[in-house]
């Protein structure tokens, strides 16, 4: 048996009740006489998986963020 734990980042994404949806929009388009196409990605961190780990059920746990400055990352 296969349990997902992650999906693609998209409209129809998943989420737990209450999770704000993924939302994709333009920043910046030649198009409209920017200089470069830029796009603007909006995601809880509950959104296609838990990028929050292991702080996310563990009162004590690390975020991404603590981990990547631990790494120098």
Do not use: Q, W
């Not at 809880?44 to 400055?69: V, Y």
Request: aromatic fraction near 6%; charged fraction near 25%.
């Amino acid at each position: 048996m296969t349990i997902r734990i992650s999906y693609s980042l998209k409209r129809e994404t998943p989420l737990y009740p209450g999770t704000p949806p993924v939302t994709f929009g333009s920043l910046r388009s030649m198009e409209r006489e920017d200089s470069s196409n830029s796009s603007l990605i909006s995601l809880s961190s509950h959104a296609g998986t838990h990028i929050d780990l292991p702080l996310h059920f563990c009162r004590t746990g690390k975020s991404a963020r603590d981990i990547l400055e631990e790494k120098n990352v």
